[in-house]
């Protein structure tokens, strides 16, 4: 079991995620953009059992009907998501201590990618979701 550890910006808000058996992908949804402001964002997506907040609390946004997303109330910084079913947690791959703990390996929602946001790698693309979160 391999632990990576994380937290907001400000330091309030910690967790720590295994690493063991994450999906490490993209997404350039306009929900995820919007949500950290950035182009795109990388998720690590675990089991509700791998992952546990160590610090804090994070306060919980419903960002749709399916899915809710956790912020920290000091800085604003998006941690997590998780999903009505209790099925995964998100790890936003920003908020790790270690820039380098994952590596994507997808990406999801690339029809929703600014067309000027050009990442020259050869991960599979998926127009909506991938196939593994269906």
């Not at 910006?9 to 910690?14: A, I």
């Not at 995820?32 to 964002?41: E, K, Q």
């Not at 399916?66 to 920290?72: A, D, E, S, T, V």
Request: net charge negative; with cysteine; charged share 25%.
């Amino acid at each position: 079991m391999a632990l990576i550890v994380g937290g907001c910006l400000c330091g309030r808000v910690r967790y720590e995620v295994e690493r063991d058996g994450a999906i490490v992908d993209y997404c350039h949804c306009d929900t995820c953009r919007r949500s950290t402001g950035g182009a795109t964002v990388a998720w690590m997506q675990v089991h509700p059992s791998r992952f546990r907040v160590t610090a804090g609390e994070a306060v919980a946004y419903a960002s749709s009907e399916k899915m809710i997303r956790h912020f920290c109330s000091a800085c604003g910084s998006q941690l997590y998501m998780t999903d009505a079913e209790g099925r995964s947690v998100g790890v936003t791959v920003g908020t790790l201590d270690d820039k380098d703990a994952v590596v994507p390996a997808a990406h999801g929602w690339d029809s929703a990618r600014p067309s000027w946001l050009c990442l020259a790698d050869d991960l599979p693309r998926f127009a909506a979701d991938p196939d593994y979160d269906n």
